[in-house]
C-alpha cells in the first residue's frame, strides 16, 4: 500500500505491510520500484512463513490431542487385559470347584489355560479318556456360562446341554473308570442349587435319556422311540425310515 505525502510528487511515503505486527516504511525522492517490489516480496514470503507456522501449530495440536486418546486407549488396552486374566482365573477356579463337587477320580492340577482350554492332571483335556471328556466338557461349559451370568457379562442367558451322560452308561462307549466314581445326580444338583441361587434368571435346556429322578419335575416333554407314543423321536432324520424319504 502506498501513501501520498501530499507536498510534492518528488516525496512520497510508501508503506509496505506484511499483515504482522512490524512493517517496512521507505520514505524519500530515491525510492525505487524495484525496491518496493522487492520489500513487497519479503512481506508476502513473510505472510506466508506465518501462515505455515500457523498451519503447523494447528497440526501439532491435533496431533498432541491423538497421542493423548491413544495413550488413554492403551491404558484401557492394559485394564482389559487384566480384566481378562481376572476372568480366566474366575472359570479356572469355578472349573476346579465342579470337579471336585463331581467327585472326579484323582483330581489333580484342574484349571483353564489362557487361551481357555481346560486341564486336568497336567494335560490337556483331549488327552483323557472319553467319559472323563464328558466330564471336563460339562465342567468347562457350565463354568463359563455361569462366570458370565454371575458378572452380567455378554451371554444370551440360557446353555443348551445334550446327552450330559454320554459315555457314563447312557450313549457311546461306556467308561467304566469315570461312570463307577460319578454319580450323574450330582451334576443335576449343582445345576438345581446354582439355577435357583446365584443362575437366578439363567435357564439350562438339557437332552438326557433318563434324567435323575431328583429333576422329574422339570422335564418338560419325553420323547419316545415308539410311532404309536408321540412324540416320537426328538429328531427327525433319526426317526424317518429309508421308504419315507423322497
Known amino acids: 500500500m502506498a501513501l501520498d505525502g501530499g507536498s510534492s510528487p518528488s516525496q512520497r511515503a510508501v508503506l509496505v505491510s506484511s499483515g504482522l505486527p512490524s512493517a517496512v516504511l521507505l520514505w524519500g525522492s530515491s525510492v525505487c520500484p524495484r525496491e518496493v517490489l522487492r520489500h513487497l ?25 491423538q497421542i493423548e486418546r491413544l495413550r488413554e486407549e492403551l491404558d484401557r488396552l492394559g485394564d482389559a487385559a487384566q480384566d481378562r486374566d481376572l476372568v480366566v482365573g474366575r472359570i479356572s477356579g469355578r472349573y476346579s470347584e465342579l470337579l471336585r463337587q463331581w467327585r472326579y477320580p ?5 484349571m483353564i489355560d489362557t487361551n481357555l482350554v481346560p486341564h ?15 466330564l471336563l ?34 450313549g457311546g462307549t461306556r467308561d467304566a473308570v469315570i461312570a463307577d466314581a460319578i ?17 437366578t434368571g439363567a435357564q439350562v435346556i438339557i437332552v438326557d435319556n433318563s434324567p435323575p429322578t431328583l429333576v422329574e419335575d422339570n422335564v418338560v416333554v419325553r420323547y419316545s422311540r415308539n410311532e404309536d407314543q408321540p412324540p416320537y423321536g426328538l429328531i427327525d432324520d433319526e426317526t424317518t425310515t429309508d421308504e419315507a424319504s423322497p
Request: net charge neutral.
Open 106 to 110: 484323582k483330581l489333580s492340577q484342574p
Open 183 to 199: 454319580a450323574i445326580d450330582d451334576f443335576y444338583r449343582h445345576l438345581t442349587g446354582w439355577l435357583a441361587e446365584r443362575g
Open 41 to 65: 516480496q519479503q512481506a508476502e514470503n513473510a505472510t506466508k512463513l506465518q501462515a505455515g507456522r500457523e498451519k503447523r501449530a494447528a497440526l501439532v495440536e491435533r496431533q498432541e490431542a
Open 120 to 134: 486336568v492332571r497336567g494335560d490337556s483335556y483331549r488327552e483323557a479318556s472319553s467319559g472323563a471328556r464328558t
Open 137 to 170: 466338557t460339562l465342567a468347562w461349559q457350565l463354568a463359563v456360562f455361569e462366570v458370565a451370568v454371575e458378572t452380567s457379562a455378554a451371554h444370551p442367558g440360557f446353555l443348551m446341554i445334550d446327552s450330559p451322560q454320554k459315555n457314563l452308561g447312557h
